[in-house]
């Protein structure tokens, strides 16, 4: 009996997963709360505040969906799992306690340590003098964290000293990111290519999805500030999924072990942001759900069924579970409103969606948009993510290109350099 499934969030992933649970066969129908204007072409909306534990609960006891897929982090670190659970829903995502991995960065580095799993020096701290005597120990590039959920905003790298010590300042003394930041992570510096490693987990085995390769920074070249991604492309030379396979051994399946060990087994997806270090793949972070905007590059190659791997994820075991992936490259540029990752204006008209769209080969899913008076406006920083897929990398990125030209709104920007070279 084919399911019914409601989709947490209402950016560019919870288009993707929309789109990709929609075309799972063992899906009847897709809601989604809040949603977009990509997500309400798939199935109804509902808007209900994601983060509301109590209200997510009651809609899907109401709607009587058979699978919540939580999108964002902070549903599922306010405990919307929890909450679906004492009521009987079936849930992809992990309970608070298990996603304090995303929510906590001194408790992810605490897990990575006791289970073994490579990554850099760090120390966890919520006084200044510590903090400033592990910028000594660790040296240039200085990383200061915030421990908490701070936005996308709570992570510095400085190369000078004084600047590393202002970010200890702002967090500990001045409290600009609030409780998020009365700890701090100071961490050893990895160098080396970042990737992103998602993981489907039942608790204590792990479907791993194909990887692929993210552009946190603004400006062509890995110029200007961090954001939430501007483009993303699979697979990546070198790193397949054939090529990542022990990882499951090294990272995830110790990390499900011990997370298992302390009351809190993980189901849901497990997001390994690695570096490869000239000394082997080190990990960075854990994110607690899939990647922006990497999901909607990574999706459209699934030749499966999404909506059954993610049931049994939340159900079952994901042990046979195995994904059909077609063939084919996907490359996922974002446009961004003017002034992301700053401030920028919202309700800008936006033109050539359409046009866009009816190029071979090519989703375009909503990441911040919104209908006023019938009629496509912006709504955030990161306003539409476009995918092409093709057998060849030159011309989906060509083909991605050529889509993102029809689109137009008022202070459009994008990087020119997602998957060149590749
Ligand atoms: N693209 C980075 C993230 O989703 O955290």
């Known amino acids: 009996m084919a399911r019914n499934v409601l989709v947490l969030g209402g950016g560019g992933r919870e288009h993707a997963l929309t789109w990709a649970l929609a075309r799972s066969p063992s899906v009847a129908q897709v809601a989604s709360a809040p949603g977009n204007p990509g997500t309400a072409s798939l199935g109804p909306t509902y808007p209900v505040d994601a983060t509301d534990p109590a209200a997510v609960a009651e809609l899907a006891v109401r709607l009587g969906v058979d699978l919540v897929v939580v999108g964002p982090e902070a549903p599922l670190v306010a405990g919307v799992v929890d909450a679906l659970q004492a009521r009987g829903v079936a849930a992809f995502g992990p309970v608070a306690a298990a996603a304090r991995i995303e929510g906590s960065k001194a408790f992810a580095k605490e897990v990575m340590e ?22 000594e120990r660790f040296g240039p590039p200085y990383v200061v964290k915030a421990d908490g959920l701070a936005a996308g905003k709570g992570v510095r790298i400085c190369t000078e000293v004084a600047e590393a010590r202002e970010a200890v300042d702002d967090a500990l003394v001045r409290g600009v990111f609030g409780t998020a930041g009365s700890r701090l992570v100071i961490e050893e510096f990895l160098h080396g290519p970042e990737r992103s490693v998602f993981a489907v987990c039942d608790g204590t ?29 699979t697979p990546v030379p070198g ?100 002034g992301y990752p700053g401030s920028y204006p919202t309700g800008v008209p936006i033109d050539g969606v359409d046009a866009a769209t009816a190029l071979p080969g090519v989703e375009v899913f909503h990441a911040g948009t ?33 889509a993102t030209d029809h689109i137009r709104f008022r202070g459009a920007h994008r990087r020119s350099d997602i998957a060149a070279g590749v």
């Not at 006791?114 to 005597?133: I, K, N």
């Open 239 to 338: 790193f397949s999924l054939a090529e990542v396979a022990h990882l499951e051994d090294l990272v995830f399946r110790p990390v499900l072990e011990e997370l298992a060990d302390r009351g809190a087994p993980y189901r849901g997806l497990l997001y390994a942001g690695l570096v490869e270090t000239t000394t082997g793949p080190k990990l960075l972070e854990f994110n607690a759900r899939f990647g922006d905007p990497e999901t909607q590059a990574i999706l459209p190659r699934i030749d499966g069924d999404l909506g059954e791997l993610l049931w049994q994820a939340a159900t079952g075991s994901v042990a046979d579970a195995a994904l059909a992936w077609r063939q084919q490259a996907a490359v996922t540029v974002v446009l961004a409103s003017g």
């Open 370 to 402: 919104r209908r006023e008076e019938g009629r496509l406006v912006t709504a955030g920083g990161r306003v539409l993510a476009v995918t092409a897929l093709d057998d060849d990398v030159d011309v989906a990125r060509a083909r991605a290109y050529e």
């Open 205 to 233: 085995e792990v479907a791993l999805l194909e990887p692929a390769q993210d552009y946190k920074r603004a400006l062509d070249g890995d110029a200007g500030l961090n954001t939430g991604g501007m483009g993303a492309y």
């Open 114 to 135: 006791a289970a073994a799993a490579p990554t850099g020096g760090a120390v966890a701290t919520g006084d200044r003098d510590q903090a400033y005597a592990a910028l």
